[in-house]
């Protein structure tokens, strides 16, 4: 079963300001997901990222497949990136081979 | 292009009863999966169907089960409520397993 850890679990921020958050995972996998998370409960897919690095907007994600680790960035942050931002993983093989997320990072950009 | 839906989006049920959730996916995404979220737990995987097959379930016991119809469209059942059971249930659709999903924006059912 793949352990996924997510840091920092709180993170508040001001505007403008370079945010970073990271996750790590414990075994093997064919793609890692990012994904945000608003009030509400509507989850947003940002990436699929399997190997490098991927950019959308403000937003970049990386993924170091031989360390098992991948972070997000988000650059100029702005109050509306106040989300929860979740790692999830898949294709790890074995009987339940569904996403596995970490517990995500409560991200509050303040003006 | 319309998104994932799902309904009933609200959903009050007392112990003992049982519950089915539908989800309709985006149109040519054959793969549906369903994932359940708690405060405690947070998100956990319940299973996925790709072509009317189950290809993998979570961790939950038989209470929970599933299927997909051969529109693609899919039902989840709870038997037996438990009071755990309230959560925030959410099917995501894909075009195939195992790529980018796109999330319903949830049942959330709460059990008395």
């Known amino acids: 079963k793949n352990e996924v850890e997510q840091s920092p679990q709180n993170l508040t921020a001001q505007e403008g300001e370079f945010i970073t958050i990271n996750c790590s995972y414990s075994v093997g996998i064919s793609a890692l997901h990012w994904l945000q998370q608003h009030p509400g409960g509507g989850i947003v897919s940002l990436f699929m990222l399997s190997s490098g690095k991927k950019k959308h907007g403000r937003l970049i994600a990386t993924i170091n497949i031989q360390e098992k680790h991948s972070s997000l960035h988000i650059t100029a942050s702005h109050p509306r990136d106040s989300a929860v931002y979740i790692c999830a993983v898949g294709g790890s093989g074995g009987g339940a081979d569904g996403l596995t997320f970490g517990k995500g990072t409560h991200l509050i950009i303040q003006p | 292009k319309a998104g994932v839906t799902q309904t009933p989006r609200y959903l009050i049920k007392t112990r003992g009863q049982q519950v089915t959730l539908s989800c309709s996916p985006i149109s040519g995404h054959r793969s549906v999966s369903w994932y359940q979220q708690t405060p405690g737990q947070g998100l956990q995987f319940l299973f996925e169907?790709?072509?009317?097959?189950?290809?993998n379930k979570g961790n939950f016991p038989g209470r929970f089960s599933g299927r997909q119809f051969s529109n693609s469209r899919s039902e989840m059942n709870v038997s037996t409520l438990e009071l755990g059971d309230s959560a925030l249930y959410l099917c995501?659709?894909?075009?195939?397993?195992?790529?980018?999903?796109?999330f319903g924006p949830g049942t959330r059912l709460t059990v008395t």
């Open positions: 995501a659709s894909s075009f195939y397993p195992l790529r980018e999903q796109y």
């Open positions: 169907y790709f072509s009317e097959t189950q290809r």
